[in-house]
């Protein structure tokens, strides 16, 4: 559920830095801004609220991920992989609002690294043995089976660590600014795009286990988010200023839940097919047994949890194209955000502590055993937008609520029992916004401009074809050195990379001008409307006093991560100010 704060709060709740535009119909304007703490019963909810924005993507990642670590008909694991998932989420989320880029995003699982850990669990090395795919062969206590998904999952651990490295480097160096002078909307818009054209597959195959129940909850998730997200629930309300009064629920989260509900009424009164070689068999709720009563109350995880870490070097080639396009979109997700909550734009150095942060999200999401790493999560950023709400506070609070959700066992069991149709039909909607918003990048380009339309066209094209092909022919790639032939295994497999560096190349080679690349429109984009920001950046310096002590260091002004007195948000690196400024736009696709 989404609350909508329908009036205005007194200034004396609000704060003196919060300007609030006059304009009603302006969605954009903040009732509270990043620093305004809101009442404590509107934190909870809302903290709640987002949570429930982020969780379908965040428990898909798992889900996704247990078909190439052979945990297919091992509900139990897949329950702890969410558990951990959330809880890493909500630690790297209080890390980076407490001590990263310091706005109101919260940080979940990212599937920029979904692809490329598919390509490493799916190359002939990795595959899962036939047995471990037959429901009856399987036993999931077996010492054999253990470590046939535990050996994938610590190769995967140990490389996403150290392709992490890499991003914290970028981010604590300041290299992020520099290396965003080269990326533009024709490397954005192929590279997200096909994070969601990509998995495609994989929705076709859940929502084909039982179409109409897939239908029918792709059908309530348009209906909600689309047609009834303006339309008001009034319910009462309390605050110290007003009392008693009407404020407005808006529903559009809740629709899965109505198909788990439907899936669950049709088990227990045996409507669906009890044999599990009838088609529809997957939308009972009854498919994953008595996980949710062999789930423990309480689950700890922590780092080393399935064994030592090891390392592929295909894989950190692999998940180092995935950070890259992460730290991409995260920089994009930064300046929304700041938008969407009433602050500046970021200065150079918060943008580079939010990165470094992520970095450190990814390493910690990795040596936990996630299966993932960590970034910005758009769908969360899009709902600042609709709740008017951008306070940090309510994202700190939701980091709390995540870790709480985490280490709660029942509830990682009970999310494995949602239907597989219903994932299916979920699936539908969100790689197709995926997909769009990636293409929504290429707005402030020309399109009208044949360079662009065939930098963009030949880049999908190709990503979708080269991929493709390698799969078909496994053996093509044989250059008489293992290592390497891997490398090229997954990097030509993985359809984001071959996209965005095909975009990347041609973008940065054929002659074009910046304004015909779409670079001048996200230049000047933050500049045309300040008036519901803070009057200062002073939001982005450290906190505990820590920005005090360094401004008194004179040595400070030369680590790129830390603020410094004179820092000036608008005019240290314009071309940060570039990527994934669609991401905004989501508020109007993404429930």
């Known amino acids: 559920m989404i609350l909508q704060m329908d009036e205005q709060v007194d200034d004396r709740l609000k704060g003196k830095a919060c300007k609030t535009s006059e304009t009603d119909g302006d969605r954009n304007k903040p009732t509270y801004c990043v620093t305004d703490v809101p009442p404590w019963y509107l934190c909870i909810f809302l903290a709640i609220q987002h949570y429930l924005t982020a969780f379908g993507g965040i428990i898909s990642i798992p889900l996704i991920l ?114 965003m002078r080269f990326i533009g909307p024709l490397t954005i818009a192929p590279t997200v795009s096909l994070i969601g054209l990509s998995l495609y597959d994989s929705a076709g195959v859940k929502a084909g286990s039982h179409w109409g129940i897939s239908a029918m909850t792709t059908v309530l998730i348009i209906l909600f988010s689309q047609y009834l997200r303006r339309i008001p629930i009034p319910v009462p309300a309390y605050d110290k200023i007003k009392k008693l009064r009407v404020s407005k629920f808006f529903l559009f989260q809740i629709m899965p839940v109505f198909s788990w509900l439907v899936c669950y009424l049709l088990t227990i009164y045996d409507v669906l097919p009890s044999d599990p070689d009838e088609y529809g068999y997957l939308a009972r709720t009854d498919v994953k047994g008595n996980v949710v009563s062999e789930a423990s109350w309480f689950t700890f995880t922590y780092p080393g949890k399935w064994g030592l870490p090891t390392v592929s070097l295909a ?165 008489g050195v293992k290592e390497v032939d891997q490398v090229l295994q997954i990097l030509l497999t993985t359809h984001m990379f071959v996209g965005g560096f095909l975009g990347f190349f041609l973008d940065n080679t054929i002659p074009g001008t910046k304004r015909e690349r779409g670079l001048l429109a996200w230049e000047n984009v933050y500049l045309q409307d300040s008036s519901s920001s803070l009057e200062t950046d002073e939001v982005y310096d450290l906190p505990f006093g820590i920005t005090s002590h360094l401004q008194s260091k004179s040595w400070a002004r030369y680590i790129p991560f830390c603020p410094h007195k004179g820092h000036r948000s608008q005019s240290e690196d314009n071309h940060n100010k570039t990527v994934g400024l669609s991401l905004s736009n989501l508020q109007s696709l993404y429930f």
């Open 66 to 179: 247990s078909e190439g670590l052979c945990l297919q008909h091992d509900s139990l694991t897949q329950s702890q992989l969410i558990n951990n998932i959330f809880f890493v989420s909500g630690l790297c989320t209080i890390l980076q609002v407490i001590f990263g880029v310091r706005l109101p995003i919260l940080q979940g699982g990212t599937f920029a690294l979904v692809t490329p850990a598919m390509a490493l669990l799916s190359m002939p090395d990795w595959e899962c043995p036939a047995w471990t795919k037959n429901a009856s062969l399987v036993n999931t206590s077996s010492p054999v089976f253990i470590e046939v998904w535990q050996t994938r999952m610590r190769t995967l651990q140990g490389s996403i660590m150290v392709a992490s490295i890499l991003q914290v480097l970028v981010g604590f160096s300041g290299l992020i600014g520099f290396l």
């Open 315 to 479: 894989g950190v080639v692999g998940i180092i194209a995935g950070i890259i396009c992460s730290m991409a979109e995260s920089v994009g997700d930064y300046h929304a955000c700041a938008r969407l909550s009433g602050a500046p734009p970021p200065p150079k150095h918060a943008i580079n502590r939010g990165i470094g942060v992520e970095g450190v999200g990814s390493l910690l999401a990795g040596a936990f055993g996630t299966g993932n790493g960590t970034t910005s999560f758009s769908e969360n950023v899009a709902a600042l937008g609709i709740t008017r709400v951008g306070s940090r506070t309510v994202i700190l609070l939701s980091g709390f609520v995540m870790i709480l959700m985490g280490i709660l066992g029942k509830i990682g069991a009970i999310f494995t029992t949602i239907p597989t149709p219903v994932i299916g039909g979920m699936f539908m909607i969100m790689f197709g916004v995926i997909g769009a918003a990636g293409i929504s990048n290429l707005q402030s380009t020309d399109m009208n401009s044949s360079r662009n339309i065939f930098i963009f066209g030949f880049s999908m094209f190709s990503a979708l074809v080269i991929p493709n092909w390698i799969m078909k022919n496994p053996t093509f790639l044989d250059t």
